[in-house]
């Protein structure tokens, strides 16, 4: 059987899990929504699209500095203003705040320990961002697997073409190269355009002054139903201005702005472009460690159902263990059998 694998923006669907299940507590942990809901989600995902290899990528420590050396803008939007914080909130607001940290923090181990002994692979590379990990992966992977992608990041769909289905939480059905176009304004093809013209407020990339989606889709309408190159783009831009100028009427300023920041597409297109990750030689060694068959020495039920007692995880659920593991057990037994095989194909060499 092909393997279907899933790769998992963690970093992302912890944050979601954790301010989406703020309310569920137990008495021994604390604050568990974000462990529950993440563990949880992952489980559906499994039993949904049968899921029998899952991988967790989170983002390192420092994450993202190789494209803030490209753009010092790069996600400045997201630091952290301590000095503001602390005129502008009172003393339990900020206690408040740091109490949520150390709960993220401490929920994000424990995600962790339990995904250990449910045999579910984890990758996470100091300064390199999940994206680029993901992206590699596919670029590996894509004709060797059937991979499943959940994140809520628009930017992998600059790998559709690879034939990968990505899960966005927010959209009701996986997403593909057949039916992106029912879901968003343009061919999926033209995902890495879109960012490199319009850049990205999310990560705080910089695009060209007035050119938003709907502007861009204006004055190029084939966006929607074929590629384009960026240069093919920035051709026909100065054919129109061109037009205007014979036919004596000014040429549109948001084209002129198109035409004059040839600089500002080459960076986007360095910052944006996931068909080039950006990997460290750790981060190389690591994928290439996902090759690697899990061990199963001091992993499994007995840890994971101990764990769950610890936290009380289970009143949270309702029910048994053992109904709770079952949907993991597609994932485990692959990984028991891709052990089993590496054994027997490796015997003479071990």
């Given amino acids: 059987m092909k393997t279907r694998t899933l790769l998992v923006d963690s970093s992302y669907l912890l944050k979601r899990s954790f301010h989406g299940a703020k309310d569920t507590y ?82 994000r181990k424990r995600v962790q320990a339990y995904a250990e002994e449910l045999f579910l692979r984890q990758i996470e590379v100091d300064d390199i961002e999940a994206d680029d990990i993901i992206a590699a992966y596919c670029l590996q992977k894509n004709n060797k697997e059937e991979i499943f992608l959940y994140s809520n990041d628009r930017d992998f769909a600059q790998l559709l073409d690879l034939n990968i289905t990505i899960i966005f939480p927010n959209i009701n059905q996986p997403v593909t190269k057949s039916n992106y176009i029912m879901h968003f304004n343009h061919h999926y093809s033209n995902a890495l355009v879109m960012k490199i013209i319009c850049g990205d407020d999310a990560d705080n990339v910089q695009g060209i002054s007035g050119m938003g989606e709907d502007t861009l889709l204006k004055y190029f309408p084939e966006l929607k139903y074929k590629h384009l190159s960026v240069r093919e783009i920035c051709v026909k831009a100065d054919e129109i201005n061109k037009e205007r100028i014979l036919n004596k009427k000014k040429p549109l300023k948001v084209l002129e702005n198109l035409l004059n920041n040839v600089d500002r597409l080459k960076t986007n297109f360095r910052l944006v472009n996931l068909r080039e990750p950006m990997l460290n030689e750790q981060a190389e060694d690591e994928l290439k460690q996902l090759e690697m068959p899990l061990s199963p020495e001091n992993r499994g039920s007995k840890n994971l159902f101990k764990m769950m007692q610890e936290d009380e995880f289970l009143q949270i659920y309702g029910s048994t ?30």
């Fill in 26 to 107: 137990t008495i021994k942990f604390g604050h568990i929504g974000g462990l529950y809901s993440f563990l949880t989600t992952i489980r559906k995902l499994i039993k949904d699209h049968m899921i029998n290899k899952v991988i967790l990528v989170w983002d390192g420590e420092g994450g993202g500095i190789y494209r803030h050396r490209i753009d010092k803008e790069y996600k400045a939007n997201r630091k952290t203003k301590e000095w503001y914080r602390k005129i502008e909130m009172t003393a339990a607001e900020i206690r408040r705040e740091k109490e949520k940290e150390e709960s993220l923090l401490k929920q």
């Fill in 321 to 350: 263990f053992p109904n709770y593991v079952e949907p993991f057990y597609t994932v485990i037994m692959n990984e028991k059998q891709l052990l089993t095989d590496y054994m027997k194909n490796n015997k003479g060499n071990l």
